[in-house]
Structure formats: structure tokens, C-alpha cells
Nanobody, 124 residues
Framework: QVQLVESGGGLVQAGGSLRLSCAASGRTFSRSAMAWFRQAPGKEREFVVAISWSGGRTSYADSVKGRFTISRDNAKNTVYLQMNSLKPEDTAVYYC?????????????????WGQGTQVTVSS
């Protein structure tokens, strides 16, 4: 069982940066792939980025490549999402997700554990 709590969201101007954190509890965190998804108003939840259990493999959505960076610290049971050069279209609720497996995937169906979400708003 893994419980996830996101933090770090907020309001930022276009071009600015934010760093999201996802604190996990549970003994299986270090063996779980982790990911960030987001959901904008009126839209479906979409994949943003994923990281394997060791941090050795990552996968990014094309829309955030070169601007967002995912990392994890297994000693602290925490996953981070550094978001730079933010755009108004990045505005959404961002969700941290944990998989039962160690391999990072882009499908929400592969993630069994979800946080409550944190709001990111980018103004133009």
C-alpha cells in the first residue's frame, strides 16, 4: 500500500517555474515506478512524465519535453517535478501516481495509487 501527498502547486506567470513534490508512505515506494498526470478543466486526465523505480528511466509527454524534469529520492520517499518555462496551457491539477510495478509506463491504468492533486495555474 502506498499513500501519496502532493505539494508545491500555485499561481505563476508564464515563463516561470514551480517544483512539485510527492511524498509517499509505504514500504513499496522504492520498488514502484512513479508518474505525474494532469487534468485541466473540461479535459481528460493526461500523462505528463514517469520515472522507473531506480530513477534510471524516464518518459515525458511531448508537450513538456525540455521544460519539465522528474526525479526521485528513494531515501526520502519523494518524487519531484521541476517545471520550467511554464505556459498557460500547463494550467491543471497535477496528480502524483504510483505503480504496482517498477517499470515506468504512460498509461493511467498501470498506476494503482494516486494523490489528491495540487493545482498549478499559469497566467499569461
Amino acid at each position: 500500500q502506498v499513500q501519496l501527498v502532493e505539494s508545491g502547486g500555485g499561481l505563476v506567470q508564464a515563463g516561470g517555474s514551480l517544483r512539485l513534490s510527492c511524498a509517499a508512505s509505504g514500504r513499496t515506494f522504492s520498488r514502484s515506478a512513479m508518474a505525474w498526470f494532469r487534468q485541466a478543466p473540461g479535459k481528460e486526465r493526461e500523462f505528463v512524465v514517469a520515472i522507473s523505480w531506480s530513477g534510471g528511466r524516464t518518459s515525458y509527454a511531448d508537450s513538456v519535453k525540455g521544460r519539465f524534469t522528474i526525479s526521485r529520492d528513494n531515501a526520502k520517499n519523494t518524487v519531484y517535478l521541476q517545471m520550467n518555462s511554464l505556459k498557460p496551457e500547463d494550467t491543471a491539477v497535477y496528480y502524483c501516481a504510483g505503480a504496482a510495478a517498477p517499470v515506468a509506463t504512460t498509461s493511467a491504468l498501470e498506476y494503482a495509487y494516486w494523490g489528491q492533486g495540487t493545482q498549478v495555474t499559469v497566467s499569461s
